[in-house]
């Protein structure tokens, strides 16, 4: 069983930057591809960005392609989301989630664990 939890939500202005935090316990995450996905109200949850085991392998969805870095470090058992040049639709709760298959993706369905989100409000 894996635990997530995220941090460094908040509210910030548009053209602004935050870096998002998800912490594991219970299991190292280093065998774990890791997503992140965001949800705004009355819309579905969507992928916005993954990365592989050594972070060698990462993906994007095309909405944040350029302004969003993902990360992780194994050792900590962490995995970041810079988020930069924010956009007032980037306003959603963000969730990271950890999958147990070893190929990058954003199939939302597939993740095998979720976090409790964290709230990203972008101001124009």
């Known amino acids: 069983q894996v635990q997530l939890v995220e941090s460094g939500g908040g509210l910030v202005q548009a053209g602004g930057s935050l870096r998002l935090s998800c912490a594991a316990s219970?299991?190292?995450?280093?065998?774990?591809?890791m997503g992140w996905f965001r949800q705004a109200p009355g819309k579905e949850r969507e992928f916005v960005a993954a990365?592989?085991?050594?972070?060698?392998?990462?993906l994007y969805a095309d909405s944040v392609k350029g302004r969003v870095t993902i990360s992780r470090d194994n050792a900590k058992n962490t995995v970041y989301l810079q988020m930069n040049s924010q956009k007032p639709e980037d306003t959603a709760v963000y969730y990271c989630?950890?999958?147990?298959?070893?190929?990058?993706?954003?199939?939302?369905?597939?993740?095998?664990?979720w976090g409790q989100g964290t709230q990203v409000t972008v101001s124009s």
């Open positions: 989630a950890a999958d147990r298959t070893p190929v990058v993706h954003g199939r939302r369905g597939v993740y095998d664990y």
């Open positions: 219970g299991r190292a995450l280093s065998t774990y591809v």
């Open positions: 990365i592989g085991w050594t972070a060698y392998s990462t």
